[in-house]
């Protein structure tokens, strides 16, 4: 499996998520946490099976949630770089990749 590093930025923006979903529903922050976690797994298991964009990063849209996990595969390691809402912005996460 491959070695994956969540930034900081990433973390964040996962726990502020938790949160949100626990306090609309005890659990929800739960579940949120642990489709991420099998998300980035999954990543690790195949990196190179999502689609390459222009930016360099790859993304998978979580099942239950709208979120994707946006990452770089380089050098034999996973980048894990947003943890982004579907309704953000696409590429406010570009000057992580750096």
């Not at 579907?86 to 570009?94: K, L, S």
Request: aromatic share 14%; charged share 25%; proline share 3%.
């Amino acid at each position: 499996m491959t070695r994956a590093t969540i930034f900081h930025e990433a973390e964040e923006e996962l726990w502020n998520a938790v949160v949100y979903y626990e306090e609309r529903c005890p659990g929800l922050g739960f579940d949120f946490e642990q489709a991420v976690k099998a998300a980035v797994e999954e990543i690790q298991r195949a990196p190179q099976r999502w689609s390459l964009c222009e930016d360099g990063t790859r993304r998978l849209l979580l099942e239950r949630f709208p979120y994707l996990i946006v990452y770089m595969f380089e050098h034999a390691h996973v980048w894990i770089i947003s943890v982004a809402h579907c309704r953000q912005q696409t590429g406010y996460w570009t000057d992580r990749m750096r």
